[in-house]
């Protein structure tokens, strides 16, 4: 068994900001399961992202561990206003929450218009998030006491951003 120092994060339960370490992590000759402390942990079958979703133990899947996710962006020159126009879909399959209970999975698009016309080191954007309103929610930690989080509709958002 291979072995390496490997930067790992604890999702379950937690959004973003899971406690996280670098520790000596022991890896299968196939990559497909990984060994740390107590944990054994694979990869769901067919699996292509990198994390590991399936306590080997028990093969239960983790909570907060959608089967994919998967992100499109576009921008483009406007040809008027030194204006640039982008555009984002984010889709991510079903998770389960804490408690059990399976979320959907859903897809998200996000329009963007930006101009930096305006000086140097001034940018001004007009964002149109969640453009088709689509109602969805995250799974809770364990420090909610919801067991989901519902996510805002849709929703603009104007910025001005100064660099110096």
């Known amino acids: 068994m291979e072995r390496r120092l490997m930067y790992v994060e604890l999702k379950t339960g937690h959004d973003d900001d899971g406690p996280a370490r670098i520790g000596w992590v022991g890896r299968s000759k196939t990559g497909h399961t990984l060994y740390y402390g107590d944990l054994v942990l694979r990869k769901l079958k067919g699996e292509e992202q990198s994390g590991f979703h399936v306590d080997d133990a028990t093969g239960v899947r983790l909570p907060n561990s959608p089967h994919w996710l998967a992100k499109l962006a576009a921008t483009a020159p406007l040809p008027f206003a030194g204006l ?10 079903s998770r389960r929450t804490l408690a059990g209970a399976e979320l959907g999975g859903h897809a998200v698009s996000n329009l963007n218009l930006v101009t930096d016309a305006l000086g140097e080191g001034i940018e001004l954007s007009l964002g149109v998030h969640n453009l088709f309103d689509r109602r969805y929610a995250h799974p809770g930690a364990d420090t909610n006491w919801q067991d989901a989080l519902q996510q805002d509709g849709r929703n603009v958002r104007i910025a001005l951003t100064a660099r110096f």
């Open 84 to 93: 640039r126009l982008g555009w984002e879909l984010r889709c991510e399959s």
